[in-house]
């Protein structure tokens, strides 16, 4: 494989599997940096560098010791017996983030195209499994083409913001102390959570093409472009007053800044919902299959039939509540990570 072919490919998985729902609508950014201020931007720069550093880790450290799986990684970075607890807790978090995906696109359907959730469902699950039936190919082929995308839309529309009148007072603006805490806090749980779960999809991959300068390069083109889109978001949001309000703020945003794009790019948040779901899904069953042996088929249709139900709960306090819970507890993960020796070859 080319280096900056196989470069480019890993880095679109890695950050099609970062940019979910709630990164694409920029709810999630907005938990976790934009209401923060000018503190926001300090955590993106540190959220950014711990995507960088500990991307390129999760891959060469699955190269290094063959894994297929997050659960073979998961049992070396913490024994057998809590890597076990560990994988548990990690099928559940990927489950759980599986639902927000379904929500968000539902929530996308209702709030921003006025269809019912149940389309918004239906047809989410049947792109899922169709996608799914072509495995590591699918992945590449669907990521390759909607990240690219988004960085384009996103940028054009940063720069679109920078004319607005009080964009510069809310983005430099200086929260208490008490949230300059939690904004370093967020950098943190954040990485740690969107790392914790890219492992699912990183760890397979990174064995399967088996080359530690490709991953690499990966690793920090990926990495790189997820500050990108995160600064460049974080910048457009900050135009928006009552942030906490919306579900899907950067479509309210599209809407009154470039109405003219602004159903492409509701097709653009679809698509990174989409791709994180898949991605999470791919992880989930190359988990389960070690376990139950049945065609993958069978593993997607039952996860998905779980993933619904728990997607009937309300997409912003889905969000809410299950981003900030695993991103703490995925902290282990990252500490254990970045105590862990690599090969040097």
């Not at 560098?49 to 290094?64: E, P, R, S």
């Not at 981003?323 to 507890?329: C, D, Q, R, T, V």
């Amino acid at each position: 494989m080319n280096k900056w072919t196989g470069a480019f490919q890993i880095a679109a998985v890695y950050v099609g599997t970062v940019i979910g729902a709630g990164f694409a609508t920029g709810k999630e950014i907005v938990e976790f940096f934009t209401q923060y201020g000018l503190f926001g931007l300090m955590s993106i720069l540190v959220a950014g560098y711990l995507f960088i550093f500990f991307g390129m880790k999760v891959m060469i450290k699955a190269i290094d010791i063959q894994a297929t799986s997050f659960m073979e990684l998961n049992n070396d970075l913490f024994g057998q017996t809590f890597g076990r607890v560990m994988n548990v807790f990690m099928t559940t978090m990927l489950v759980g983030v599986c639902g927000v995906m379904l929500s968000g696109a539902e929530a996308l359907f209702v709030e921003q195209l006025g269809w019912s959730r149940t389309v918004g469902s239906v047809m989410t699950i049947f792109l899922c499994l169709i996608v799914l039936w072509a495995g590591v190919k699918g992945l590449f082929a669907v990521n390759t083409f909607v990240v690219p995308t988004l960085i384009i839309f996103n940028l054009l529309l940063m720069y679109s913001s920078l004319s607005y009148p009080l964009l510069w007072s809310n983005l430099l603006q200086f929260a208490s102390i008490d949230h300059s805490w939690k904004a370093v806090g967020s950098a943190f749980s954040y990485a740690a959570f969107n790392l914790a779960l890219a492992q699912a999809v990183l760890v397979p991959v990174a064995t399967e093409i088996n080359d530690k300068t490709i991953v690499k390069l990966g690793g920090f083109i990926g990495g790189v472009l997820l500050t990108i889109i995160l600064i460049s978001s974080h910048i457009t949001l900050s135009t928006l007053p009552d942030l906490l309000v919306y579900d899907i703020p950067m479509a309210t945003i599209v809407k009154n800044v470039l109405s003219g794009i602004y159903f492409v790019y509701l097709f653009i948040i679809y698509g990174e919902i989409f791709t994180s779901l898949i991605g999470n899904m791919y992880g989930i069953e190359r988990q389960i299959s070690q376990f139950i042996p049945v065609r993958s088929i069978w593993i997607h249709i039952a996860v998905i039939a779980v993933v619904y139900i728990i997607g009937r709960i309300e997409y912003g306090q889905l969000l809410g509540f299950l981003y900030p819970l695993f991103g703490y507890i995925s902290l282990i993960f990252l500490l254990l990570l970045w105590m862990k020796p690599v090969k040097n070859k």
